[in-house]
Nanobody, 123 residues
Framework: QVQLTESGGGLVQAGGSLRLSCVASGRTFSNYAMGWFRQAPGKEREFVSAISRSSGTTSYANSVKGRFTISRDNAKNTVYLQMNSLKPEDTAVYYC????????????????WGQGTQVTVSS
């Protein structure tokens, strides 16, 4: 098991930027592919972005491609999500997740989750 703690959420105006961080502890961070997901009120949890163990592979949802950038620092046990050009429809609770092995996008493939951080984008 790996424990995950997100931070960096908040309230921002449309067009603004936020950087989310997720710190991992408990197991060897570099053995895990990492993902970011989000869940808006009344909606299912959805994939946002993911990154492979060595950062060689990244994946993005079409809705955030070109605006969000995922990265990781294995020396700091941390994965980041840089969010630019934010839109009101990006408002959600953002979750960090980890899975042993390769990058996959469905939430059900991840078995380690953080508690989430709220992102609110005002119009």
């Amino acid at each position: 098991q790996v424990q995950l703690t997100e931070s960096g959420g908040g309230l921002v105006q449309a067009g603004g930027s936020l950087r989310l961080s997720c710190v991992a502890s408990g197991r060897t961070f570099s053995n895990y592919a990492m993902g970011w997901f989000r869940q808006a009120p009344g909606k299912e949890r959805e994939f946002v972005s993911a990154i492979s163990r060595s950062s060689g592979t990244t994946s993005y949802a079409n809705s955030v491609k070109g605006r969000f950038t995922i990265s990781r620092d294995n020396a700091k046990n941390t994965v980041y999500l840089q969010m630019n050009s934010l839109k009101p429809e990006d408002t959600a609770v953002y979750y960090c997740a980890a899975r042993w092995g390769v990058v996959l996008t469905p939430p059900r493939e991840y078995d380690n989750w953080g508690q989430g951080t709220q992102v609110t984008v005002s119009s």
